[in-house]
């Protein structure tokens, strides 16, 4: 059986605190701050999104990979500040398996520990699982990362394991990812429940 996830159907997720909605070609504006300020943001990621050349590479590849059907990606608004966040999407999109995995998440300087990320996960996992029909929604993240792992943690995540020597790090070193995931049924016993009493 397969999901009922579509690459053209347009996903626009909000609550009281945040709006994601689908990443555009016109969102190179709301995000390029991030690009040309704020380097730290970029210390773990695979496809670094630095300097404006980086940011304008990091959009079309994403966007490339949603009409290819691979990844979903969204634009984070921060309903409290008026302001946008950050990014994140789907990735790994298995229909069939009724798998993916959410990742290429990050915010802001001034949006991380503020309680934004719990929204926004709860939002996208609610659409996985109750909408899409998902299994299995998986989380990857440099082991190095503490602050990401944590928060994958707190949101109802069970550690799988690491991946030793994973992918190439646009330094030209390699990184071990750690492996964590929630599943359709550990959704609809505790986790939604648990996740949305800590929004």
């Known amino acids: 059986m397969n999901s009922k996830f579509s690459p053209e159907a347009d996903y626009i997720l909000e609550d009281d605190r945040v ?16 690009a040309l300020y704020e380097p730290s943001t970029w210390s773990y990621s695979q496809v670094s999104a630095k300097g404006a050349d980086g940011m304008r590479n990091y959009i079309d590849q994403a966007l490339k990979a949603r009409l290819e059907g691979k990844e979903y990606p969204f634009i984070i608004y921060d309903k409290k500040t008026g302001e946008y966040a950050g990014s994140t999407r789907f990735y790994d999109i298995q229909p069939v398996n009724q798998a993916l995995e959410i990742g290429y998440t990050w915010y802001g300087e001034k949006f991380r520990g503020t309680g934004l990320n719990k929204h926004c996960k709860f939002l996208l996992l609610q659409l996985a699982f109750e909408e899409l029909d998902m299994k299995r929604v998986g989380f990857r993240a440099d082991a190095r990362n503490e602050r990401s792992i944590a928060a994958m943690k707190s949101i109802g995540c069970t550690v799988e394991g690491i ?25 609809q016993q505790d986790v939604k429940e648990r996740l949305k009493a800590k929004l």
């Open 163 to 187: 991946i030793r020597s994973h992918m190439p790090l646009s330094d030209g070193t390699r990184r071990d990812s750690i492996l964590l995931s929630i599943l359709q049924h550990e959704w």
């Open 19 to 34: 709006l994601i909605r689908p990443l555009t070609i016109d969102d190179y504006q709301n995000l390029l701050p991030f």
